[in-house]
């Protein structure tokens, strides 16, 4: 890679190792990074033939989970390492069972790409959506290496596209293949002159209905929605959302509230107690008659979240005011209209559901408290838009099974 790219990574390092003096996630990901060669070393088998893929955080991992488990299924002599950028991902899948290896990616300098691959060896490189390391990229070129992105996106704002974007476009060479989302990804790509492309699809969707044939009851959101009028599931929350769901709840009985808040700390957790009229009880802690007869449960816990949805009736997802909202086909897969702020621009399947009327989106508190009247009180429109959603997710299905039959041709 260049020198300019080069220099750009050392200062991103340097500035993590400064983060992480104030920060345990940054420094969880740099001493993961520094242990990461010995780690491989101990774990990797000579010889052996691995498909690495590569994840930067928990929501790119869940992206390429199907085909990674495709993989696991169909191809058993290949071996699989995954690693990941972000401790949301690390800490969260480092144990799972569905590879043969986990661990932190060294960060992109010259000598630590090296030595990684000289390590690993890979047979085959597949990044998951928005990863595009220069000099890992160029070394596997160098290499020969299959290299593939999944589940990709882009758009015109993105370096790639602009005039002085010749470094950027040079990595896009560097891929074997890109299997993007939508035409106009590929439209854009063939406008620099990259055509090795194929619209595939997003394998979220594949992901989320492996999630819902395989989720798990919840006794106490059970109980909690067995009598209610309407439950709306609030996932992934930040305050900012916070401050819209809440004073609705008070306001409005014929509602219940199942929240499950992005960041579960005893704080955060208090601070929705607090603003809270109506009874409300901790999931991890109430019993299934306790939960019966409140108005709110809190999910304190991780790893339910998926499963909570089948309880709801309406579907908020946080995010909306931060840096974007969260996982939205998680709660339209079954069947019930979602809602999120306004930072949805970066996700096609937000604006392809507002567009069919599946989903919605406000900005402040009128637009909100309209927006959820039109649900609670207007039946039809309540099921027509769930109908909506739910028929989005089955006619987005089958791009797992896509690449997997491209790049494996002889499987």
């Known amino acids: 890679m260049n020198f300019l790219y080069n220099i750009g990574i050392r200062l991103y390092h340097l500035g993590a190792k400064i983060a992480a003096t104030r920060s345990e996630k940054v420094r969880k990901m740099i001493d993961g990074q520094q242990r990461a060669i010995d780690y491989l070393r101990r774990e990797i088998i000579p010889g052996a033939s691995y498909i690495w893929v590569h994840a930067s955080s928990l929501g790119e991992f869940e992206q390429g989970r199907p085909l990674i488990e495709k993989i696991r299924r169909e191809r058993h002599d290949l071996k699989i390492l995954l690693t990941f ?20 990616l060294p960060f992109d300098t010259p ?11 890979p047979a085959m490189a597949i990044f ?47 891929f074997t293949h890109i299997y993007v989302q939508d035409i106009e990804s590929r439209q854009l790509l063939a406008s620099v002159n990259v055509t090795n492309v194929t619209i595939a699809g997003d394998t979220r969707f594949d992901r989320v209905t492996d999630i819902m044939a395989g989720n798990r009851d919840i006794p106490q959101a059970e109980a909690f929605t067995r009598n209610a009028p309407l439950t709306i599931v609030a996932g992934s929350s ?20 199942i929240i499950a808040p992005h960041e579960v700390n ?17 999931l991890s802690v109430a019993t299934p008659e306790e939960a ?8 304190d816990c991780y790893g339910v979240l998926s499963s909570i949805y089948r309880y709801g009736d309406i579907a908020y997802i946080g995010g909306g005011f931060g840096v974007g909202i969260h996982n939205i086909n998680e709660a339209a897969v079954y069947g019930m209209p979602v809602i999120f702020g306004p930072k949805f621009d970066k996700f096609k399947e937000a604006k392809d559901l507002i567009a069919r009327g ?54």
């Open 85 to 104: 950028f972000s401790p949301s991902g690390y800490e969260v899948r480092k144990n799972y069972g569905g590879v043969d290896a986990v661990c932190y």
């Open 111 to 121: 000598a630590r790409v090296r030595e990684f691959l000289d390590v690993v060896n």
């Open 128 to 174: 998951v959506k928005y990863e595009f390391w220069g000099n890992y990229l160029q070394q596997l070129k160098k290499r020969g290496v299959p290299t593939y992105i999944i589940s990709s996106i882009f758009r015109p704002d993105q370096s790639f596209f602009k005039w002085w974007g010749g470094m950027f476009r040079d990595l896009l060479d560097c």
């Open 238 to 257: 930040w305050q900012p959302d916070e401050k819209f769901l809440l004073p609705y709840l008070n306001i409005c009985d014929k509602i219940k509230l």
């Open 266 to 282: 005893e704080e955060h957790i208090k601070a929705i107690e607090s603003q809270c009229n109506r009874k409300v009880c901790r």
């Open 292 to 299: 019966a007869t409140a108005d709110c449960i809190i999910v």
């Open 358 to 411: 599946g989903a919605f989106t406000f900005s402040d508190s009128e637009q909100f408290t309209s927006l959820l009247d039109s649900l609670v009180n207007n039946s039809d429109r309540l099921r027509q838009s769930g109908e909506i959603a739910g028929s989005y997710i089955k006619e987005n299905l089958g791009a797992t099974d896509l690449i997997f039959s491209d790049i494996f041709p002889t499987s």
